[in-house]
């Protein structure tokens, strides 16, 4: 029972930090139906910028809290975050927005190449450690423990999330975000400038990965310039999960995508009779993803997506 | 100078030539029709006014080149396309369509009187506000595409098509709306394949054909016309 409830509340900080990586996937794919694989590096670039800020604030202002120094990376990664969304969509997908759907794809997967090599030549190809700043307390609820870093991180993620849902639902931008990825046409007709919509949208999915990548770093401790990858991969999976273009089931599916991968870890060495080791959890994660979508191959939260088409 | 006026519009699409050099112009407060068979160019015709298709020739407007000029600019300026297909946004609520409609104004508590002046022409589309409009019917959702293009307070009203696929009790309703909008001053561009409606309810009128206009006068002469007679009228 204790590793049940030890590994749930693992499951859900590691879910609220891929939900919000998911966000931006569904945000892009139900405004203009391309799947941005350079998402997943936007998050990579949060994570490293803002640690090559830490790193600089630790040098010059060495007297400086660690809570200050860590949100001064945020806050200048962030906007770094924002500014590489706006530049990917304005120049890898805007001039091919009326291309064949191939186009925009493989432009996505070869700028998402582009940006890794990027922080390579800029940060190397070595593990670069998250310093050892943010406060080591922990709570202990039924026998399990939690941090107070896995406390914020839920903390935060769920305030963003609020916030994000809140702007798309009541504000005149969110109604026009909406309105866009219902028919652009037709959005244009009302008015709405369907270029500035569309770009808006990267920017906020960006700032929510930027905030996602610090605090994947900050919670083990690294970064590395190919992380984006595979947390990109399973945010993405995690939208696909919840019904990829609908947004609570981006929040659905990365919360789950956390808590079965954590209970994978947790169980799948008793489960396969100690054949299989906790290192399996992603394969786990992912047996079950497919076995959800084989039954709703549109996601739990999601429409059928031919009828869309 | 004419409100709208169109030179030698052409338009070019999907290989085809939809709509080859057409010539009209609509004064402010009038209401004109644009009518025609199935395919004759009159809707990528609205298209092409409103930036929705490229096109070529001289499109005017307020005396203004529309030419270039986006789809949201050309809605900035008074123009509201009532789309084919009635377009309107099915996963959002009708209040909310009508939301979209006034998007462009700043005027609150104007576009707050507007809901109740629309909620009053259409009492249907009050009692279902909260309602996803996805789930209206057909005539109730051609209702709310008036509404929300009225909402912006537009100054030339296109309407493409408002009698396509409604019941026969629906279209009395919807054309009478549009008289009565027409009555308040608006200036309309009615495109209607229903000749016979079209040509009742208009001062003038122009008959398209294969993407070019073929005939264009009063729309009582334009009725009285045998060749519309025969074309358009079934008789």
Same mark, same amino acid.
């Given at each position: ?302 429409? #059928? ?5 | ?18 709509? #080859? ?161 027409? #009555? ?52």
């Amino acid at each position: 029972m204790d590793i049940f409830i030890q590994q749930l509340i693992n499951g859900l900080v590691l879910g609220s930090i891929y939900a919000l990586v998911a966000l931006g996937y569904t945000m892009v794919y139900g405004i203009l139906e391309l799947i941005n694989f350079a998402h997943g590096e936007v998050t990579m670039m949060g994570a490293m910028v803002a640690l090559a800020v830490i790193g600089a604030l630790m040098g010059v202002a060495p007297d400086l809290p660690g809570v200050v120094v860590v949100l001064g990376g945020v806050l200048i990664a962030v906007p770094v975050c924002m500014l590489l969304g706006f530049g990917i969509e304005r120049l890898a997908y805007r001039p091919l927005r009326n291309a064949p759907r191939l186009a925009p794809l493989i432009t996505a997967i070869g700028l998402s190449i582009v940006l890794q090599n990027v922080a390579m030549l800029i940060w190397g190809r070595q593990y670069i450690a998250f310093p050892p700043l943010l406060p080591k307390g922990q709570f202990e609820i039924l026998g399990a423990h939690i941090s107070v870093l896995q406390l914020f991180i839920v903390a935060l993620s769920v305030t963003v999330m609020l916030g994000l849902w809140f702007t798309v639902q009541k504000t005149r931008l969110g109604r026009a975000m909406r309105a866009t990825a219902q028919s652009r046409e037709v959005a244009a007709l009302m008015g709405v400038n369907v270029n500035s919509v569309i770009a808006a949208t990267f920017i906020i999915g960006s700032a929510l990965a930027a905030l996602a990548g610090v605090m994947v770093s900050a919670y083990y401790g690294l970064a590395h310039y190919y992380m984006g990858f595979l947390l990109g991969l399973k945010a993405f999976s995690a939208a696909v999960l919840g019904g990829i273009g609908n947004i609570a089931g981006a929040m659905l599916g990365g919360l789950l995508l956390g808590v079965i991968e954590a209970l994978g870890a947790g169980y799948i060495g008793d489960l396969s009779g100690g054949f299989l080791g906790s290192h399996y959890q992603d394969v786990f994660a992912f047996f079950i993803l497919s076995l959800v979508l084989v039954f709703r191959p549109s996601g739990l939260l999601g429409e #059928r997506v031919a009828s869309r088409a | 100078m004419s409100l709208l006026q169109v030179e030698g519009l052409h338009i070019h699409y999907g290989g085809i030539q939809a709509v #080859r050099g057409i010539d009209l112009k609509i004064d402010e407060g009038e209401l004109v029709c644009l009518i025609g068979a199935n395919g004759a160019g009159k809707s990528s015709a609205l298209k092409g006014i409103v930036g929705l298709l490229p096109h070529g020739g001289q499109v005017h407007y307020a005396g203004a080149s529309l030419k270039g000029r986006p789809t949201h600019a050309i809605a900035a300026a008074g123009l509201a396309l009532v789309p084919e297909g009635r377009g309107i946004f099915a996963r959002l609520t009708v209040a909310e369509n009508l939301a979209m409609g006034a998007y462009l104004r700043r005027d609150a508590d104007a576009v707050r009187a507007d809901y109740e002046r629309i909620y009053q022409t259409f009492p249907r589309l009050a009692e279902r506000r909260g309602q996803l409009a996805g789930l209206l019917s057909g005539g109730e959702q051609q209702m709310l595409a008036i509404g929300r293009a009225l909402m912006g307070r537009p100054r030339l009203l296109l309407l493409d098509e408002p009698s396509m696929g409604l019941a026969p009790l629906m279209v009395r309703n919807i054309y009478e709306t549009i008289q009565a909008v027409a #009555r308040e001053g608006m200036t309309i561009l009615l495109v209607e394949q229903n000749a016979h409606l079209a040509l009742q309810v208009s001062s003038r009128g122009y008959v398209m054909e294969s993407g070019a206009i073929t005939l264009a006068g009063p729309s009582a002469e334009l009725a009285a016309d045998p060749q519309v007679r025969a074309a358009y009228l079934g008789e």
